[in-house]
T-cell receptor, first 113, second 113 residues
Framework: DTAVSQTPKYLVTQMGNDKSIKCEQNLGHDTMYWYKQDSKKFLKIMFSYNNKELIINETVPNRFSPKSPDKAHLNLHINSLELGDSAVYFC????????????FGEGSRLTVL | GENVEQHPSTLSVQEGDSAVIKCTYSDSASNYFPWYKQELGKRPQLIIDIRSNVGEKKDQRIAVTLNKTAKHFSLHITETQPEDSAVYFCAASPRAAGNKLTFGGGTRVLVKP
């Protein structure tokens, strides 16, 4: 019974294409995140939503557009993909407040050719 | 915003020895400090956390210490085993930052049998 699930797990695409990654959590959490992990393993926050409302946007290019249709889902759409977008994207969720455990999805490995 | 520095970036130890990873943070409002372990190809998972009202916490072979005055915290793994080989991330979370969790750069730990 997966707590945070994201699809697809792997994405290989050409530069200039548009792609989406979907995320769902069944933990009843109010807050969801997207993190980007590059080849050097840095985990960098991109976005955070609390009850469908954007609360953190970490100067991510506007080619990246998150969408939260409800508090259990947070999707990430990327337009005009660039080589530098290649990374593993992790969805995560947490209860409201800053002291709860962050639960990660399995990650989506995006490769832009 | 919060900035978390983590050292060393790689650590090689003999099985049975201890491993120590150190982190510093910049935001004095941070009050929650978790540690995550990421095995190869897997998602990061919480292994231990500490809150700012506690100076030390232990869970079997893992312990964390926190020095609020100096703004640094450490992870100690005793009697290391090959399954401890992974990337470890420290993180810090300020009280009023929209539930943001900022990660350190990670430490790749290799336990040699």
């Amino acid at each position: 019974d997966t707590a945070v699930s994201q699809t697809p797990k792997y994405l290989v695409t050409q530069m200039g294409n548009d792609k989406s990654i979907k995320c769902e959590q069944n933990l009843g959490h109010d807050t969801m995140y997207w993190y980007k992990q590059d080849s050097k393993k840095f985990l960098k926050i991109m976005f955070s939503y609390n009850n469908k409302e954007l609360i953190i946007n970490e100067t991510v290019p506007n080619r990246f557009s998150p969408k939260s249709p409800d508090k259990a889902h947070l999707n990430l759409h990327i337009n005009s993909l660039e080589l530098g977008d290649s990374a593993v994207y992790f969805c995560a969720s947490r209860t409201t407040g800053n002291t709860g455990e962050l639960f990660f999805g399995e990650g989506s490995r995006l490769t832009v050719l | 915003g919060e900035n978390v520095e983590q050292h060393p970036s790689t650590l090689s130890v003999q099985e049975g020895d201890s491993a120590v990873i150190k982190c510093t943070y910049s935001d004095s409002a941070s009050n929650y400090f978790p540690w995550y372990k990421q095995e190869l190809g897997k998602r990061p998972q919480l292994i231990i956390d500490i809150r700012s009202n506690v100076g030390e916490k232990k869970d079997q072979r893992i312990a964390v210490t926190l020095n609020k005055t100096a703004k640094h915290f450490s992870l100690h793994i005793t009697e290391t085993q090959p399954e401890d080989s992974a990337v470890y991330f420290c993180a810090a979370s300020p009280r009023a930052a929209g539930n943001k969790l900022t990660f350190g750069g990670g430490t790749r730990v290799l336990v040699k049998p």
